[in-house]
């Protein structure tokens, strides 16, 4: 984005500006060159004063209690759940459109659920809840790569297993992982005492993210599920997972059985795969290649390898992607909606 004196170019809000999710928003609004008239950086009462730079011009972060929502056209909401339900209806009341990182109104049948690549039609109007979700940082490139095997083959069914970073839980995940890590290397004797992860994340991987449903599984595994549903517009898609925290810093990773109504050809799937909007397939030259979120090196890409066909069964495969849950978990994807929002004038 760039600062203009167009009449026609938003005045944008960032809520949770000083958050993991925030800072990525800034990060990539200085990378892309979309066009805005005014910015606003909204956080809580405790960053409220402090400073920071969009585009090389400071802003103070003001306190979201004391803001007016009257003075933008489009708000960014990633300061948590709790905070979207306390502030979106204030700032959609305002006139603001929101689009909304958590999982407030994702399931709200008001609320269009988009991936850009996916279901970008579904901002052709403004919404009736005036609010456009983002969806989970696990769902988001999952279903960019289910779009295209759906449209090729059908899918039966799909099985993952979610291998998810510290950063899903913000600046406070990543700090705790890695002071955990450093004490528990140091005195390993002692327990560290964790607020974010419980048993502690260092040194280990904990087969459950977000709370526990009475169903057994956890409300981002649900999500996974309910969220696919949604963008795909397929109500009765056969999506399973089972969500895992790792110990790694940024990045999450997902293995991926796809279940297909018809035959697979590797050499097909991966044409398939690497002709999707934004998506870089690793092992097309050789099966030996794949991602990491440790190298992976376009943070706006998702990256797939270990494309294997199920050699007892050629309508059955796995791959391996890897997407950065900060940028196309969250800001890339909500900075993507809004360029669709001002290319479609529906803001
Ligand atoms: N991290 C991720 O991978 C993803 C995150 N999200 C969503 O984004 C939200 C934020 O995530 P993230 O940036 O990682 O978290 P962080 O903890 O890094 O940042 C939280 C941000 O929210 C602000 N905030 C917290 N409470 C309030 C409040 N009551 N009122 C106003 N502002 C508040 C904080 O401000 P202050 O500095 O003043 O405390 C900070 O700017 C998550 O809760 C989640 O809903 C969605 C997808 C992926
Ligand atoms: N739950 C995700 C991050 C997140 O905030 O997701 P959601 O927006 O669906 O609550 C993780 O911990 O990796």
Same mark, same amino acid.
């Not at 002692?190 to 526990?212: C, G, H, Q, W």
């Not at 956890?218 to 925290?245: F, N, W, Y």
């Given at each position: ?24 928003? &800034? ?25 920071? /730079? ?7 972060? $003001?306190?979201?209690?004391?803001? #007016?929502?009257? /003075?933008?056209?489009? *708000?960014?909401?990633?300061?948590? +759940? ?34 850009? $690549? ?8 403004? @919404? ?10 696990? +769902? ?17 069914? *799909? ?19 890695? #002071? ?17 992860? /419980?048993?502690?994340? *260092? ?22 599920? $309910? ?10 898609? #056969? ?37 999707? @909007? ?16 440790? /190298? ?17 069964? @050629? ?7 890897? *997407? ?11 900075? $993507? &909606?809004?360029?669709?929002? &001002? ?5």
């Amino acid at each position: 984005m760039t600062l203009v004196t167009d009449p026609k170019a938003p005045r944008v809000a960032i809520v949770g500006a000083t958050g993991a999710v925030g800072n990525t928003l &800034i990060g990539l609004i200085e990378q892309r060159g979309l066009r805005y008239r005014d910015m606003k950086l909204v956080a809580s009462a405790r960053s409220a004063g402090t400073e920071l /730079t969009v585009d090389g011009v400071a802003y103070p972060v $003001q306190a979201v209690d004391e803001f #007016d929502f009257s /003075t933008v056209d489009l *708000a960014f909401f990633s300061a948590g +759940t709790e905070a979207s339900e306390q502030w979106v209806p204030k700032a959609t009341a305002a006139g603001a459109v929101v689009i909304d990182n958590t999982i407030a109104y994702r399931m709200d049948p008001d609320t269009p659920l988009v991936v850009p $690549q996916v279901n970008a039609h579904e901002l052709d109007r403004r @919404p009736k809840s005036g609010v456009i979700a983002n969806p989970n940082c696990s +769902t988001i490139p999952l279903v960019r790569l289910l779009k295209g095997v759906e449209e090729r083959w059908g899918i039966r069914q *799909a099985v993952v297993s979610t291998y998810q970073a510290a950063s899903g839980l913000g600046h406070p995940g990543v700090d705790e992982l890695r #002071d955990a890590s450093r004490a528990t290397l140091e005195h390993p004797e002692e327990a560290y005492p964790n607020k974010e992860f /419980t048993p502690s994340l *260092a040194f280990n991987v904990i087969p459950k993210i977000d709370r526990f449903l009475d169903t057994g599984f956890t409300l981002e595994e649900q999500k996974m599920l $309910q969220e696919s549903r949604k963008i795909l517009g397929i109500p009765h898609l #056969d999506v399973t997972t089972t969500c895992v925290r790792v110990p790694v810093v940024n990045g999450h990773s997902e293995a991926v059985w796809i279940e297909t109504q018809g035959v697979v050809d590797r050499t097909e799937l991966v044409e398939v795969l690497a002709a999707l @909007p934004e998506v870089t397939v690793h092992d097309r030259e050789s099966p030996r290649e794949f991602p990491t979120p440790a /190298t992976i090196d376009d943070p706006n890409q998702v990256h797939v390898g270990r494309v294997r066909v199920n050699p007892n069964n @050629p309508r059955a495969f796995w791959l391996w992607l890897v *997407a950065d849950n900060l940028t196309i978990g969250a800001a890339l994807n909500a900075i $993507q &909606i809004a360029e669709e929002l &001002i290319a479609r004038e529906t803001l």
